[in-house]
């Protein structure tokens, strides 16, 4: 059985990124890698927040960051997910933003996704959070998916396989 994963907003960006800085090109090249060759070993999915946040501002390849994820099932965002968002900015998980981290978070928790593939090691990809977020799921019941970049999911599919 496939293991699934939500698709947060930082992935099609960084799949197309224009900075030449080593470190924005190594993150491009890896996220590429990861879609082109093992995104098809999981069961993919997104939402509209994601939609969202592409949509909103003006910033290079705007339009091919939306068509690279407008195929992906869409999970729908509910009053339930809502209220987990209220719990993580009010336990000081995620900013407060109610359209951001915190929102990515919960709808791959809900949903129980496995993995939440992300970019953001300052909010979501962080050490530091993991064990947060870990400890205020297990208070709401619910679970917590595993926050990973598209380097170590693709070393921990390659173990798998």
Same mark, same amino acid.
């Given at each position: 059985m496939k293991? +699934?994963?939500?698709?947060?907003?930082?992935?099609?960006?960084?799949?197309?990124e224009t900075r030449i800085e080593a *470190?924005?090109? %190594?993150?491009?090249?890896?996220?590429?890698?990861?879609? &082109?060759? +093992?995104?098809?070993?999981?069961?993919?999915?997104? +939402? *509209?927040a994601v939609f969202? &946040?592409?949509?909103?501002g003006d910033y290079p390849k705007k339009e091919e960051? !939306?068509?690279l994820i407008k /195929? !992906?099932?869409?999970?729908? !965002?509910? /009053?339930?997910?809502? /209220?987990?968002? *209220? !719990?993580y900015i %009010?336990?000081?998980?995620?900013?407060?933003? *109610?359209?951001? /981290?915190?929102?990515?978070? %919960?709808?791959?928790?809900?949903?129980?996704?496995d993995y939440l593939l992300t970019w953001n090691c300052n909010h979501l990809a962080n050490a530091n959070k993991k064990?947060?977020?870990?400890?205020i799921n297990e208070k709401l019941r619910i679970h917590t998916p595993e926050v990973i970049t598209p380097l170590e999911i693709m070393e921990d599919f390659n173990e798998r396989n």
């Open positions: 293991s +699934s994963v939500y698709i947060e907003t930082s992935i099609p960006s960084f799949y197309h *470190e924005s090109v %190594a993150m491009r090249n890896w996220t590429r890698l990861w879609w &082109e060759n +093992s995104k098809k070993g999981f069961v993919c999915y997104t +939402s *509209e969202n &946040e592409l949509e909103s960051k !939306i068509e /195929d !992906i099932p869409l999970l729908e !965002i509910n /009053d339930e997910i809502q /209220d987990i968002v *209220e !719990i %009010a336990n000081y998980l995620m900013p407060k933003d *109610e359209l951001g /981290d915190a929102l990515h978070l %919960a709808i791959a928790s809900f949903y129980k996704v064990k947060h977020m870990r400890k």
